[in-house]
């Protein structure tokens, strides 16, 4: 998993270096697509559940699952781009929010608030905790700051396939839900709006965007629970996480 982890934080690297007014979703797929193949893995969100491409590319007050198109990256933008590869069986998969040009400083604390309650949820990370521990970690910091959190979308075990048990939600009541236990491996991502929590898919069955049309936030690291604390599993080889 960490192998696995190690091409997706590579890719999410790259896409991330490209992402300029001008360029197109469709563009920072078949990107991935080449870097993730290149690397001995496939992408494992293309065609699964039928889904057609390698990423999601959600712009805006796309909140996920937005589909890759020619749609060109415009100066003020926020694409949310969320990866996967499997190799050898196992899966890792992350997200990150990225700025295209300059942004407001209204959408930039917006991020901000979202990468420091991933962070919360990261310490929360232990053998013996509760799962909604990590939950409660991401809601008390989003929401204690303005913003929402989507309810109808959450984390996941992830491990041999990208949606395992359990689910992780971005809300809680902390000191209930399962106990972590060493070797299990979660898919942490807050996905945090402006405005309402409310959202909405789109006729494409894929696409979810806030239903007032504000703008939304999304990062996702995969981590292992370990008795030597929490491992992101898809961060770089120097250890950080690419956010």
Not at 50 to 64: K, L, M
Request: proline share 5%; net charge neutral.
């Amino acid at each position: 998993m960490r192998r696995a982890g190690l091409i997706v934080a590579e890719t999410l690297r790259g896409l991330r270096s490209m992402v300029e007014p001008g360029v197109t979703t469709r563009q920072l797929d078949a990107y991935a697509e080449k870097k993730i193949r290149s690397a001995g893995a496939y992408p494992t969100f293309k065609g699964y559940r039928g889904f057609p491409a390698s990423i999601c590319a959600s712009v805006n007050d796309e909140v996920v699952h937005g589909i890759p198109s020619d749609r060109k990256l415009r100066d003020g933008d926020i694409i949310k781009i969320d990866c996967g590869a499997t190799l050898d069986g196992y899966v890792g998969d992350a997200a990150i929010s990225i700025p295209v040009g300059g942004i407001s400083s209204e959408i930039e604390k917006l991020l901000q608030v979202t990468r420091e309650s991933l962070f919360k949820a990261l310490e929360k990370m232990i053998p013996g905790n509760r799962l909604y521990d990590v939950s409660y970690a991401v809601q008390e910091h989003v929401e204690d700051r303005g913003y929402s959190i989507v309810r109808e979308f959450c984390g996941h075990g992830v491990g041999q396939r990208m949606h395992e048990d359990p689910q992780v939600p971005n809300y809680g009541r902390p000191g209930t839900g399962p106990k972590l236990k060493e070797g299990w491996v979660l898919a942490v991502e807050p996905m945090v709006n402006a405005g309402s929590h409310e959202v909405k898919i789109l006729p494409d069955g894929w696409t979810v965007k806030t239903k007032d049309g504000r703008a939304s936030s999304h990062f996702e690291h995969t981590i292992a629970v370990t008795g030597n604390g929490p491992m992101v599993l898809t961060a770089l080889d120097d250890g950080s996480m690419v956010l």
